[in-house]
């Protein structure tokens, strides 16, 4: 008989979003009446159409498509030319950041590449974790079989964990013993703290003291607001040494539905080998690509070099202040519900205290079942998630202003 991963049998009972899932279709199957007035804030899914510009180029794209003269079977599995150079120029050059084009790598997902990265670094790294933290980093090193198995508050034998509280905003502290994979995630999910330069500074420079590799997931650098807080780790000197960045299309040019990424490796960014060797993880990267996967669509790839027109820009600003002015409604609601708030100023999260006396799973299934309203409970993202929970912008400005309204209504 044909042997399974055994890795997989460690996850805990359920992924975070399918046990929401799971509940809440439990209680609109319990309620039917409810199932119309209930609004989702929950999973950070974008809900406002593409931008025009980026409609414009799906449909030019799809033309070409039509005709024999410009029909495009398989795409360079990197990324286009033409987008990997938008990315390089508008991303990083002309902010003063050295990243050539052929640096950044377009995929479908910074969600997948987060987990893909594994497949070219050892099984021997010890690796560190915000807590709390996007559950794809744990959850990928469980599968590969870097962890043991979790303890009763579902931590993972194996890594360590880096608390994030109020103390520290929310950013974890680089430890006082060596690792040597550290995840990254500024603006954070689920928090919506953003790393400031000092913060960003102390993490390179014990990356390059200790030889390690920061893993910095910036999915949500374009809800900055903050003067001074950089967008990407490349802005600290020596971070082309010691770190991958992943960005993504999702949160800032909707394309949630569209799938387009790009994670960006460093030529200059080396790790061990079991020998002892130091050898580049570039064209590790390339060839993982090349192997395991065939390219984003030419007509999705059209689609996000358009986000970089002028038009563009203007329509990304657009689609950024709308999910943050939903972001304000939903502090200025917490807030007037007696309730202690944090992000929602460089992110589209806000991260809330739950009431005295409430679980996060408590507080959710209240959240539910008094006021309609599906939030994620913080300690799906670790044990120090434990007394919060995450409400999610992405919605229209009506269902902001009715969610913050409802949060009101709730007697604790």
Not at 198 to 203: G, K, N, R
Not at 324 to 332: T, Y
Request: aromatic fraction near 10%; proline fraction near 6%; charge should be neutral.
């Amino acid at each position: 008989m044909a042997l399974l991963n055994d890795n997989y049998l460690k996850l805990k009972a359920g992924y975070l979003f399918p046990e929401i899932g799971r509940r809440v279709k439990a209680f609109t199957e319990a309620h039917p009446e409810a199932a119309a007035r209930l609004i989702r804030c929950g999973i950070g899914d974008v809900t406002e159409p593409l931008p025009p510009v980026v409609v414009a180029a799906l449909h030019r794209a799809v033309d070409e498509m039509a005709q024999r003269s410009t029909f495009r079977g398989y795409g360079p599995e990197q990324g286009y030319d033409f987008l990997r150079s938008a990315i390089a120029q508008n991303d990083y050059r002309s902010q003063g950041m050295d990243i050539a084009d052929d640096e950044i790598f377009v995929s479908d997902g910074s969600k997948c590449d987060c987990g893909a990265i594994l497949d070219i670094l050892g099984d021997r790294n010890r690796i560190a974790i915000s807590d709390p933290v996007y559950p794809v980093y744990v959850d990928t090193n469980v599968m590969v079989g870097h962890t043991g198995s979790a303890d009763v508050s579902g931590a993972y034998e194996g890594l360590v964990y880096l608390p994030c509280t109020p103390q520290n905003g929310f950013i974890p502290e680089p430890p006082k013993e060596a690792v040597d994979v550290i995840y990254l995630c500024s603006p954070n999910n689920p928090t919506g703290a953003a790393a400031t330069r000092p913060q960003l500074e102390a993490w390179v420079a014990y990356a390059l003291r200790h030889g390690s590799i920061l893993l910095f997931d910036a999915a949500y650098e374009a809800y900055i607001t903050q003067a001074g807080v950089p967008h990407s780790i490349y802005e600290i000197p020596g971070a082309r040494e010691c770190a991958i960045e992943f960005r993504s299309f999702s949160k800032n040019g909707g394309f949630t539905g569209t799938r387009c990424a790009f994670t960006v490796v460093p030529k200059s960014l080396k790790a061990r080998t079991g020998t002892g060797e130091s050898m580049a993880l570039h064209p590790l990267w390339s060839r993982r690509m090349t192997t395991k996967f065939n390219g984003v669509p030419y007509i999705v790839q059209r689609a996000a070099e358009a986000l970089y027109s002028t038009e563009g820009r203007a329509q990304v600003r657009g689609l950024i202040e709308h999910y943050l002015g939903n972001a304000a409604v939903l502090v200025a609601g917490a807030k007037a519900a007696g309730l202690t708030v944090f992000g929602g100023v460089n992110a589209p999260y806000i991260w809330v205290a739950t009431p005295a006396g409430n679980t996060s799973w408590q507080a959710f299934d209240r959240i539910l079942s008094e006021a309609h309203v599906v939030i994620t409970p913080g300690s799906g993202f670790g044990s120090k998630g434990e007394g919060y929970f995450r409400v999610s912008a992405f919605n229209s400005r009506a269902n902001a202003e009715e969610v913050a309204r409802r949060l009101q209504g709730l007697r604790w």
